[in-house]
């Protein structure tokens, strides 16, 4: 999308007035920090000359990845139908949450839901628990994630992304947990059980760094 900034003969004012404008869209402080803006901008002139306005272009990513992992089919999915669950306001329960900003994805996340689904697959447990009595919070410090806040969903038996997400979103205490505005970034993983009647085992991962 395409946003006008009124130039100024100053490099540092047209700056400012950019970076105020995206500010009042998207809680950013320049166009290289978000998360309310995932994407990059680009400026063009509409005419030259003091008082000659500016056309930035915001040009959005699909995902945003923190970290050195690939995105699969699946896990973009999820990512995609939880960030559309965020975009509107959602009664959980008891609790109601307005709309949250979108979620990015996150490789060591992603590592701490994988080890804990194939844990549940292999082990044939379904718990929050792992292995020694491993809860969430040691399970992402172990990838070297410190945060200031994390949550857990697991889930086991359901073959899609739109049926487990359904799922979470139905029960209370997961729904929570994927419309926390606290939480900035998620991972998750699917793990296959052959040969189990709970399988595929899935565990999604919310956290905010420190």
């Known amino acids: 999308m395409w946003i006008k900034v009124k130039a100024d003969n ?5 700056q400012s007035r950019l970076t105020r404008k995206l500010a009042e869209r998207f809680g950013a402080r320049s ?6 803006f995932p994407g990059r901008a680009r400026v063009r002139a ?3 000359g003091a008082g000659a306005v500016l056309l930035v272009l915001l040009v959005f990513s699909a995902f945003v990845v923190a970290g050195d992992c690939e995105m699969d089919d699946t896990e973009q999915a999820l990512l995609t139908r939880v960030n559309e669950a965020r975009s509107q306001p959602r009664q959980c329960g008891d609790e109601s949450f307005d709309a949250a900003q979108a979620l990015s994805w996150n490789c060591k996340l992603e590592d701490a839901a994988r080890a804990h689904s194939k844990d549940m697959a292999e082990l044939e447990f379904f718990s929050h628990t792992g292995p020694g009595g491993v809860q969430i919070g040691e399970r992402v410090k172990g990838r070297n994630y410190s945060w200031s806040a994390v949550g857990e969903n697991i889930a086991a038996g359901q073959n899609s992304v739109d049926k487990v997400v359904d799922g979470w979103l139905s029960s209370p205490g997961h729904c929570a947990n994927i419309m926390r505005a606290e939480f900035t970034e998620m991972g998750a ?6 040969g189990s009647q709970y ?9 905010r760094p420190r």
């Open 10 to 14: 100053s490099r540092l004012q047209v």
């Open 31 to 36: 166009p290289a920090r978000f998360p309310g």
């Open 46 to 48: 509409l005419d030259g």
């Open 189 to 194: 993983a699917r793990v296959e059980a052959p």
């Open 199 to 207: 399988s595929p085992f899935w565990t999604q991962v919310f956290a």
